[in-house]
């Protein structure tokens, strides 16, 4: 009996671990929406959508300190209204922001397209579209 709540708590206990894993990374037909986020792999840069007075953006902060320090906007030229946006990656490699009517906001440009595309959150902040067999 004992063996076996053993058992039970590391199951428990690797669940709860996994889920809380933190994804870095988008993949083709998967979307990103508003109040979704990408987490760099230590947790050093957070890729979502946040508000201002002027409306929800899509853009890359650290994650500390506290207060957000935001150091990339896709859509600083075009806010979108409340809960609005989603974020895709298409199978050419190409990323791009989506209003509620599906219209491009932004997009990435790519000089070539990937295979198998993957978009990461790198430690260093940056967002790059890579092709999943060279990951």
Do not use: H
């Amino acid at each position: 009996m004992e063996g076996r709540l053993r058992v039970l708590i590391c199951l428990i206990s690797f669940s709860i671990i996994s889920g809380a894993a933190a994804v870095d990374t988008i993949v083709p037909n998967k979307s990103m929406k508003n109040g979704e986020t990408l987490v760099s792999s230590k947790g050093r840069f957070e890729l979502g959508f946040f508000r201002r007075s002027k409306g929800q953006y899509l853009g890359i902060w650290y994650t500390k300190p506290a207060t957000q320090t935001v150091v990339w906007v896709a859509n600083r030229e075009n806010p979108l209204s409340a809960g609005e946006g989603v974020l895709v990656l298409n199978s050419k490699g190409t990323l791009a922001l989506l209003n509620r009517t599906k219209g491009v906001v932004w997009s990435s440009n790519t000089s070539r397209s990937a295979e198998r595309p993957v978009a990461r959150l790198l430690e260093s902040g940056n967002l790059v579209v890579q092709d999943e067999k060279n990951i």
